[in-house]
């Protein structure tokens, strides 16, 4: 593939599905005798099973910095009737005219003459070959509506110049019928004209992020949050670590939150007023968004969601927090974060990138990150330095040599191969590295473990109209192991002058009235059917469509719910975007991703792609899975006479049905997990709290599957999380769900307790407990090294052990779960071995 920017390349390769590969672009190009210099035109060569064709985009931008900049101007296949040649520009030794042919249309171009151009014109005339000599199909360009599209796009420009043509019926609109299309075409309409009504207004926004390492707050936060001379309009702050203690990370319960607020409020500037705009945590992380007091009347549309991406994929203490909201006409997020510790996990903190741009959820228009205007994005995001010593750091330090130092930041390293944050911005480093501090003092770590000085701690971008006015830390502050750190942005908002809106709004509404036709909206799905690949437990597989605008209105789509269906599709299968709106030549690529947490033969769903105004569409989704030691029932395992994968069909059958008998008093699988950890992982610090990759899970599980001779794969970490897994997924809980209500009852009697279990628990049932029990006991016995108690434990797997039917529903009994659970690592359990008869 030719490389010509690679970054770009990399944005208009995400226009298109993972089959339709861009092989080469061309930027800079305008179109020959355009005057309007503020809309470039991007060419594109792309093929699609051995067919290209040329894309022509257009972006406000010379060279984009996300996919949003890039709009599908028009798409011309590469056949018998294509053809393209340069002709000279009389007096202009610079660039040359590039010509394209389609049967009776002719494009002519205006482009730099150079390696760039050379290089494109010589891959589309290979192309060009290649076709004259393939059997072409191109309804891959269907959904791009190529010959469609430039007519549309024609005559939407039209209607948008004369306002004359917005297709609704009167008699239609007076009985209700068309009140929806009325309603998306005002707002496209609209959208189209905001030059006419706005104004961008510049506003300052104060970013600030700090790990403050388990410290109360305990000294004031204005050299932090009030060092510019005027008040911000907007503050975002954000914390990481509020509270390290055993009750925040399990329960997600704090004093600190209320604590650290009020001294964000004491600390904010003094020559302005602020409102609270929103407040979230997540364990230790905190976001709290403020706005000067006379634009509070402004903000709409507020919106928080947290993810957490610690231990199991769920548990708190790493992750995202972030909050949504509309300042005037402008839509913004701000995205607080702790990512994955420890210089190696790199990996793990891209993944946890992802993940939360892929779970945050806002539930209101637009739901999803990417989607908002202005982001923010700040943290602890952890990267490192990587190939340097503390020494080496500390010298390159003490000589300045700063581009040195920033080549080794892997943040930068990943962005640079596009692993994460590829479209924000960040402004240049000037300062100290903000970890590891000596506690009340500017030295770098001197205990025994010395790390080496790194930016851990960030703040990006990604928006038109941001400029960075100061990037910082605050050396004077001194509690945590980091350094606070702060931006200040000029933001550009756009501002709705109300007066000017309503006569434009008033305009529209009188033209739309005039219409004699209705044009209802119309769209195109690749494919109907969506197959996926062998289903496993926990390893996520996802595929792709695409919803092309084939009509002349914005189409609104939204997947609902079937007739008595709660949601709108089964809890193994995610869509992203489930909803949104697609403008006249646009399409929009939905996800769909199947993650795998039951025991099921197959996954199917129909969804119903409702179009607002138009027609429902049915997408069937499907495919076959893979049984696991995972989503089993523990009395099956029990009767298994070898891993779950080297069985028969009969022998599973039997086993299932519990017509072959007990051969192990717990399963095979749970004995060779707590095995493992008994003789390698009881004297690991924090075992249960780290997080493993998922590569490393997936090998575990397939160990375990398919049986092997080989040691278990992957860390001892990892081994504990597979072993909470187990725990957290199989068929049915260790402790059954009808008695849940009677050991929370007892929870505060030890003798009650024992008595449950032994009667009212199956003997498979009880062996497990007991066992599970008197493992954590043998990990009590190493608490010094290990740094657990017996109440962090208890917490711990008393939700686990005790689940519910569905995850989560009753926070409120969870510690009544630890109480019980308490009981019986505090006391001896060896009556219980053999309940009485």
């Known amino acids: 593939m030719l490389v010509v920017y690679q970054d770009v390349v990399n944005i208009v390769q995400s226009k298109f599905s993972s089959t339709e590969v861009v092989k080469c672009i061309h930027l800079n190009v305008s179109p020959v005798n355009e005057s309007w210099n503020e809309v470039h035109r991007i060419l594109a060569l792309v093929e699609c099973n051995s067919s290209y064709a040329l894309f022509v985009f257009i972006t406000k931008k010379p060279k984009p910095s996300s996919i949003s900049d890039l709009s599908v101007e028009t798409a011309i296949p590469i056949d018998s009737n294509f053809s393209c040649d340069t002709e000279p520009i009389d007096n202009c030794q610079s660039h040359i005219i590039f010509i394209v042919s389609f049967r009776n249309?002719?494009?002519q171009f205006k482009i730099e003459i150079g390696v760039e151009s050379s290089n494109f014109a010589s891959e589309v005339i290979w192309s060009k070959e290649v076709s004259s000599s393939n059997k072409l199909d191109f309804n891959w360009l269907g959904k791009y509506t190529c010959a469609t599209l430039d007519q549309n796009s024609k005559k939407m420009s039209e209607m948008s110049d004369q306002c004359s043509d917005i297709p609704v019926l009167r008699h239609q609109l007076a009985h209700g019928q068309a009140a929806s299309n009325r309603e998306s075409i005002l707002r496209y309409q609209l959208k189209l004209k905001e030059p006419e009504y706005t104004q961008h207004q510049e506003f300052s926004i104060f970013v600030g992020t700090w790990n403050v390492n388990g410290q109360p707050p305990s000294v004031s936060l204005r050299p932090w949050l009030s060092c510019d001379e005027e008040p911000p309009d907007v503050y975002a702050i954000g914390f990481q670590e509020i509270d390290l203690s055993k009750e925040a990370f399990l329960f997600n319960d704090t004093p600190r939150e209320a604590e650290w607020l009020k001294y964000v409020m004491d600390g904010v500037h003094?020559?302005?007023?602020?409102?609270?705009?929103?407040?979230?945590?997540?364990v230790g992380m905190q976001l709290v968004v403020l706005v000067n007091s006379k634009h509070y009347q402004f903000v709409k549309n507020v919106s928080?969601?947290?993810?957490?991406?610690?231990?199991?994929?769920?548990?708190?203490?790493?992750?995202?927090?972030?909050?949504?909201?509309?300042?005037?006409?402008?839509?913004?997020?701000?995205?607080?974060?702790?990512?994955?510790?420890?210089?190696?996990?790199?990996?793990?903190?891209?993944q946890d990138y992802k993940d939360i741009n892929a779970r945050i959820n806002f539930r209101k228009q637009p739901p999803s990150i990417k989607d908002h205007e202005h982001v923010y994005w700040l943290g602890d995001l952890n990267y490192?330095?990587?190939?340097?010593n503390t020494n080496?750091?500390?010298?390159?330090?003490?000589?300045?040599?700063?581009?040195?130092?920033?080549?080794?930041?892997?943040?930068?390293?990943q962005k640079e191969r596009g692993s994460v944050l590829l479209d924000y911005t960040e402004g240049d480093i000037t300062f100290q590295p903000t970890y590891k501090y000596d506690l009340n003092s500017d030295h770098f770590d001197t205990s025994e473990k010395a790390r080496p000085p790194a930016w851990t701690d960030r703040i990006l971008w990604r928006g038109d109209g941001i400029y960075q006015l100061a990037y910082r830390s605050h050396m004077d502050i001194r509690i945590s192991d980091h350094k606070p750190v702060s931006a200040l942005f000029r933001s550009e908002i756009s501002v709705i002058d109300q007066s000017k809106f309503r006569r434009v709004h008033e305009d529209l509404l009188k033209k739309m009235d005039k219409l004699e036709n209705e044009f209802l909206p119309q769209v195109m799905v690749d494919q109907t059917e969506v197959t996926f690949d062998l289903v496993k437990f926990r390893e996520p597989q996802s595929r792709e469509i695409i919803i092309a605008n084939t009509g002349q209105v914005p189409a609104e789509f939204?997947?609902?719910?079937?007739?008595?269906?709660?949601?709108?599709?089964?809890?193994?299968?995610?869509?992203?975007?489930?909803?949104g709106t697609i403008d006249p030549g646009e399409k929009c690529d939905i996800k769909f991703e199947v993650n795998l947490e039951r025991e099921l033969d197959k996954v199917y769903d129909i969804l119903v792609l409702h179009l607002k105004g138009g027609k429902d569409m049915f997408i069937i989704v499907n495919g076959d899975c893979q049984k696991s030691c995972f989503t089993s029932s523990m009395a099956t395992l029990c009767r298994a006479q070898v891993p779950l994968l080297q069985m028969t069909e009969e022998q599973r059958k039997q086993a299932e049905n519990m017509e072959s008998r007990v051969l192990y008093s717990i399963p095979r699988e749970l004995w060779l997990l707590v095995d493992h950890l008994y003789r390698h992982g009881l004297k690991t610090r924090d075992l249960f709290e780290s997080c493993a990759l998922s590569d490393e899970l997936i090998r575990i599980r397939d160990w375990l599957d398919y049986g092997s001779l080989d040691p278990i794969p992957g860390s001892v970490q990892a081994t504990a999380e597979a072993f909470l897994l187990f725990l957290s997924f199989t068929k049915d809980p260790v402790v059954p769900f009808e008695i849940h209500d009677a050991c929370i009852a007892a929870a505060n009697n030890y003798q009650n307790c024992r008595l449950i279990i032994q009667q009212k628990m199956t003997d498979i049932h009880r062996n497990v407990f007991l066992y599970i029990c008197m493992f954590l006991q043998e990990m009590l016995r190493h608490s010094n090294d290990n740094g657990y108690?017996?109440?962090?434990?208890?917490?711990?797997?008393?939700?686990?052990?005790?689940?519910d039917p569905i995850r989560n529903s009753k926070p409120q009994a969870n510690r009544g779960k630890a109480n019980f659970v308490y009981n019986f690592l505090v006391n001896d359990l060896s009556s219980s071995l053999i309940p009485n008869k």
């Open 105 to 107: 249309r002719k494009l």
């Open 270 to 282: 003094f020559k302005a007023k602020y409102k609270s705009v929103a407040v979230t945590r997540l």
């Open 304 to 350: 928080v969601d947290t993810v957490g991406t610690g231990l199991l994929g769920k548990m708190g203490n790493k992750g995202g927090v972030a909050v949504r909201l509309e300042l005037h006409n402008t839509s913004l997020c701000f995205v607080n974060c702790h990512l994955a510790a420890h210089v190696e996990e790199f990996e793990r903190r891209n």
């Open 384 to 388: 490192r330095i990587t190939d340097l």
């Open 392 to 413: 080496q750091v500390k010298t390159l330090l003490a000589r300045s040599e700063m581009i040195t130092l920033l080549k080794a930041d892997q943040l930068n390293q």
């Open 558 to 579: 939204e997947f609902i719910k079937k007739l008595d269906e709660a949601t709108f599709c089964k809890d193994w299968l995610r869509i992203t975007p489930f909803c």
């Open 789 to 803: 108690d017996a109440k962090t434990l208890a917490s711990l797997f008393g939700d686990i052990l005790l689940r």
